[in-house]
């Protein structure tokens, strides 16, 4: 699959403070990708830089297969939404729409992008009156202006409720159905889980995950509880998963292990063996904000 985004060693510096550190990330083509990380962790500056908006201190970053060098041969395939929205609250969503769109000559587009984020019923009324979510969806839709292949957006889901947060969920997946490349960032997994087809995880400008979500849960420890029909077996059961390698700990009559998600045919055939019944056995996997806060933890804002 080809990339829509390519950066190799990307970094920024600020003095002393590295932003973005040595970054090496790929985003595919056609899917969302969601760019996760605690406030401060340089999601922004690496959009930033990915729109030539800043200059990377050094390292190297390919945009729809063109270096950031040239940033003017991409930018026109490129719809992006950074720093908030800013319209004419007096102005309607229309009117807003073809101000922007007379200066990129798309005004033919107009009505396309009314329909594509759901603002149609609304768009003769003045942008004051709106919602947070329709401001960001008008956002959005001006971010489409110009047809683009590939929409950068930076935390299009800040500052709205949950209704909102869904209401943009929905916006981006039907924009990915249209097979328009979403590359967009939050700093709650939360928010994205649900809609990114593949994060990408930062902390303090550098790397922590990139990859499909499944495969992120599939790499967890998950929570397993094991609890023998006998009450005295608890010790002997603990001893036999530790020397399998295991951590465990025995907790009133049962143990707690910290083992693959897929761990419970393991446990079940070791108390066997040993001739030990188990009474219970259940695993709980971790909630993505959990391995997202493991991975994050120290770094505030998760
Ligand atoms: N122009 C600048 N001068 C100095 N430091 C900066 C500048 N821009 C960003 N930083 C610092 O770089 C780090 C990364 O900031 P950045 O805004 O990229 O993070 P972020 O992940 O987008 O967080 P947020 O969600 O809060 O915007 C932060 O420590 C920030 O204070």
């Given at each position: 699959m080809p990339e829509a985004i390519v950066t190799e060693r990307l970094t920024k510096r600020h003095g002393a403070l590295?932003?973005?550190?040595?970054l090496d990330m790929a985003v595919p083509t056609g899917q969302v990708t969601g760019f996760v990380g605690p406030n401060g962790a340089g999601k922004t500056t690496t959009i930033r830089m990915l729109l030539g908006l800043i200059r990377p201190t050094s390292g190297a970053a390919w945009v729809l297969g063109e270096p950031l060098t040239s940033a003017a041969a991409y930018l026109q395939r490129v719809g992006s939404l950074v720093d908030g929205p800013a319209f004419y609250?007096?102005?309607s969503a229309r009117k807003n729409l073809l101000v922007l769109a007379r200066l990129a000559e798309t005004v033919d587009r107009i009505e396309y992008v009314l329909d594509a984020t759901g603002l149609r019923g609304r768009a003769?009324?003045?942008?004051?009156?709106?919602?947070m979510g329709m401001r960001q969806r008008l956002a959005i839709a001006a971010a489409m202006l110009p047809n683009p292949e590939l929409l950068i957006l930076d935390e299009p889901a800040n500052g709205l409720d949950p209704a909102g947060i869904r209401e943009i969920r929905k916006l981006l997946r039907a924009l990915a159905d249209q097979d328009i490349t979403v590359f967009v960032s939050s700093h709650q997994l939360s928010e994205l889980e649900q809609v990114s087809d593949r994060v990408v995880l930062l902390r303090t400008g550098e790397l922590v995950y990139q990859g499909a979500l499944t495969d992120l849960l599939a790499g967890q420890s998950a929570q397993t509880t094991a609890r023998p029909?006998?009450?005295?077996?608890v010790g002997a059961l603990a001893g036999i998963i530790e020397r399998h390698g295991w951590t465990v700990r025995a907790e009133d009559n049962q143990v707690i292990i910290s083992a693959p998600a897929d761990a419970a045919g393991t446990l079940n055939r070791l108390a066997h063996q040993h001739g030990i019944t188990l009474a219970e056995l259940h695993t709980r996997p971790p909630t993505l904000e959990e391995i997202f806060f493991d991975l994050t933890e120290g770094e505030g804002g998760a």
């Open positions: 590295v932003a973005v550190n040595h609250p007096a102005l003769d009324d003045p942008v004051a009156t709106y919602s029909e006998e009450a005295g077996d």
